[in-house]
């Protein structure tokens, strides 16, 4: 068994052991519990999203047709962590839209019931819910497999929060029984700590038996304590009256033995016989000495194991020392130090007094020629006590060795060998020490160094304070050590370069030594670039669209990477999965030519605008103008979404095409025929499109629409093959705070609309990043929404 083992920590340790193995046990239940739980959650919103999809699905013509509806993905949405996927096909197999690889491992179906399976995309896991439904056609029948997938954050996040709903009442239950164990555990053992209190609380002479109710499981160990120490108390008993009888009847015979020869030698005549009688009388000194020193030894041993410690004043201690020396003897001392301020050190008085008399009488035994000087200072929270002398001293080798029992410097004078080993356990047993050291000049000096009874703790030193300053040196060190910068960020966007100046001045402001390139493009250029890049091009180190859709759709396909946004003085920003940022929103407003409708006529709502192209649809003809939402993106988010916000869209668009609309491929070209005077009235015009019409000095006037105004966020990202990630970091935490917010308002981004009194922020209606955006982006859908418009617009 090994010697320090303990039967508390063993029980302890077993318990805990067996609440460890009972915990694991409980969190691989709860964790699949979790898991299933969440699964079946998600899967029931992704099969009702499947089967939303497939009531939509028809066949026109022997073509199978679907209309993704828009809240089968806003729905899924809601998480905010998922990514989603699709795919229509056709009885014959045939892709009708959608990914064209996506659970390609999935049966085709012939039953209607939703069908559940796990699978992996692009290296992604994902879970997978697909529909069937049956159509019959002229040119044929069969079934139409619609499948719908999502990634498994969402799933995992509920997961884990399941688990750590359950997990936490269940440590907490399992921390309760292990504190209640533990004070068990104490509380059984408090018996045997009261035995070890008393035991320990004695003094080393005190052998009386342990009293007091112990508890059964002891009461034999403790009966064999009080036996043993029966026993032993006889025996030290014994020794007592021994060693005092000893004393008593050694030191009787040698003190006359001494005296006899002392009067003998005063009366033999000279020769042989005085010679041995001076033998004799040497002889009975020594053994005189050693009697002595012996029961002394004895009696200090006694006292140091018996007696508690107390707070002795030392100087007190030697002054009383120096007063027992023999006075023929105390003339040759010099004392220092000794007579000012008390000198406080923890011992006992007899024992210490001992210790300086020993120290004393072996200077003055040693060097009987010259004065010996006992001097006691304070210094570093210690006392120090020297002796002394002008004696011959001591060889290096035997400065320790006289410390050792019997052991003597000098045989020709008379000595025990006891002083110094008896001086030393009293100096230690203090918490101190002697020692011995050849004095300057000649002679040997004694050292005695105690601790001070009122030693304050000394402040740290220099070691703590490295010890303090390491940690911090080493965080020092460690920290990535990033260049600089990179000499060129590149940035890929939508905004006119003027418009972008004052945010490329604000990031190279940010990051000295940076070089922003900046390139404008068109959104569905931009978001093939970034795809484009899989096949060898070179990729720009952040993304910055005015098309929330194609942003969304990159990150949904797997292109850009996630990052933690950190502004500096903004709040959170708006993300999607944190890889989509929202930094601006640019509202839809309609735009007047000035002076070019009477004030009544002006349109300041959707209901009004419509009933104008109505009524007036003549006198407008060919002075009105949209841009084309075939063309130009933003343009096609802002009409999507606003279709979803209002019927009034289509009823808009239908007056549009009675009024013989002119369509114009991007703002820009729509704003300058109306600053040339050749349109009156434009719809759906992106604000900053219009402010910096303005700016340049276009005759026209800014409507914000009183029902509500659709407001197309500007999207920032990092794509995932950026060759400079770390600066295009540093950049998007910029473009995201309030920095970024000021430096696109100063290019005219990201203003919002002008309010007339009373108004609220709550006509403004951003469009929300999220997987729902994808809707409108389905080939099936888009094209037939085009076609509705264009319809509209060309008219009967």
């Not at 040759?332 to 008399?357: I, K, N, T, W």
């Not at 003597?408 to 011995?436: K, M, N, Q, W, Y």
């Not at 000035?594 to 003809?621: C, F, H, M, N, Y």
């Not at 403004?764 to 085009?786: N, S």
Request: a neutral charge; hydrophobic letters at 50%; proline letters at 7%.
């Amino acid at each position: 068994m090994p010697e320090d083992r303990s039967i508390r920590r063993s029980v302890m340790a077993g318990a805990a052991a067996v609440l460890a193995v009972i915990g694991l046990l409980l969190f691989m239940a709860i964790r699949v519990y979790a898991v299933r739980a969440a699964d079946e959650a998600f899967d029931r919103v992704l099969a009702a999203a499947a089967l939303s999809i497939a009531d939509t699905v028809e066949i026109q013509e022997g073509d199978v047709t679907v209309d993704i509806p828009y809240a089968a993905f806003a729905i899924l949405g809601t998480s905010r962590l998922n990514r989603i996927f699709y795919r229509v096909v056709a009885p014959n197999g045939g892709l009708v839209t959608g990914s064209p690889t996506l659970g390609l491992e999935v049966p085709q179906a012939s039953t209607p019931e939703p069908r559940l399976h796990d699978s992996v995309y692009r290296g992604t896991p994902i879970r997978i819910a697909a529909v069937a439904r049956y159509h019959a056609g002229t040119s044929g029948s069969g079934w139409v497999d619609v499948l719908v997938a999502e990634t498994r954050e969402a799933r995992q996040q509920l997961a884990g929060q399941l688990t750590r709903n359950a997990l936490l009442p269940t440590l907490a239950v399992a921390l309760v029984a292990f504190c209640l164990i533990w004070l068990a555990v104490r509380r059984a053992f408090l018996p045997l700590g009261v035995v070890e209190a008393d035991i320990r609380g004695r003094a080393a002479s005190d052998l009386a038996p342990i009293r007091g109710p112990v508890p059964r499981e002891v009461r034999a160990l403790v009966a064999a304590l009080n036996e043993f120490m029966d026993r032993l108390g006889s025996t030290l008993d014994g020794l007592k009256r021994v060693t005092a009888d000893a004393a008593h009847q050694l030191r009787t015979p040698l003190a006359n033995i001494r005296a006899q020869s002392e009067v003998a030698l005063d009366e033999a005549p000279d020769g042989s016989v005085r010679e041995r009688l001076a033998r004799i009388h040497v002889n009975a000194v020594n053994a005189s000495v050693l009697a002595s020193q012996i029961l002394s030894d004895a009696t200090i041993l006694h006292r140091l194991e018996a007696q508690p410690r107390a707070i002795v004043d030392l100087a007190a201690t030697v002054q009383e020392a120096v007063r027992r020396i023999d006075p023929l003897q105390a003339q040759r001392l010099r004392l220092a130090g000794c007579h000012g301020e008390p000198v406080p050190v923890r011992g006992d008085a007899f024992v210490l007094r001992e210790m300086v008399r020993n120290l004393v009488e072996n200077a003055l035994v040693h060097a009987p020629a010259g004065p010996v000087e006992v001097s006691l200072t304070c210094h570093a929270g210690e006392a120090r006590l020297k002796v002394l002398d002008r004696g011959p001293g001591l060889d290096a080798d035997l400065l320790e060795r006289v410390f050792e029992r019997f052991v003597r410097g000098d045989e020709t004078t008379p000595g025990s060998g006891l002083g110094l080993p008896i001086a030393r356990t009293v100096a230690r047993a203090c918490g101190g020490d002697v020692t011995l050291a050849p004095r300057e000049g000649g002679g040997l000096c004694a050292l005695v160094r105690l601790p001070l009874a009122d030693q304050r703790p000394r402040p740290p030193g220099g070691g703590t304070a490295i010890a303090l300053a390491l940690p911090i040196v080493l965080v020092a060190a460690l920290l990535p050590l990033q260049a600089a910068a990179q000499a060129k960020l590149s940035i890929l966007g939508t905004a006119p370069a003027e418009q972008m100046a004052p945010l490329i001045a604000a990031i190279e402001a940010n990051d000295p030594g940076t070089t922003v390139d900046y390139r404008a493009v068109l959104p569905t250029e931009a978001a093939l670039g970034v795809i484009a890049v899989a096949a060898g091009a070179s990729s720009p180190d952040l993304l910055l669209l005015s098309s929330p859709d194609l942003a969304v759709q990159l990150a949904n396909e797997g292109y850009v990477i996630s990052h933690a946004a950190q502004p500096a003085g903004g709040d959170p920003p708006i993300h999607w999965r944190g890889e989509v940022f929202a930094v601006a929103a640019d509202p839809s407003v309609i735009v007047v030519r000035k002076d070019a409708l009477p004030g009544p006529e002006v349109p300041r709502s959707r209901i009004a605008l419509a009933q104008l192209l109505e009524r007036a649809a003549t006198r407008l003809s060919g002075r009105v103008g949209l841009v084309n939402i075939g063309i130009d993106s933003v343009s096609y988010v802002a009409a999507a979404q606003d279709s979803l916000r209002s019927p009034l869209f289509w009823r808009v668009t239908r007056g549009f095409g009675a009024a013989q609309v002119r369509i114009f491929d991007h703002a820009g070209e729509l704003l300058q025929a109306m600053a040339a005077g050749e349109l009156d009235l434009a719809y759906n015009v992106p604000l900053s499109a219009a402010q910096a019409a303005i700016a340049r000095g276009a005759a026209i006037e800014i409507v914000v629409p009183e029902d509500y105004t659709v407001s197309v966020p500007w999207t920032v990202s990092i794509p995932n093959s950026a060759p400079n990630p770390f600066g295009a970091r540093r950049a998007l935490d910029l473009i995201v705070g309030r920095d970024g917010a000021r430096a696109l308002e100063a290019g005219g981004i990201g203003a919002g609309p002008p309010l007339t009194p009373g108004r609220t922020d709550s006509i403004r209606q951003t469009v929300a990043l999220g997987p729902e955006l994808l809707v409108f982006l389905d080939p099936l859908k888009r094209t037939r929404f085009l076609d509705t418009w264009i319809q509209l617009i060309v008219g009967p």
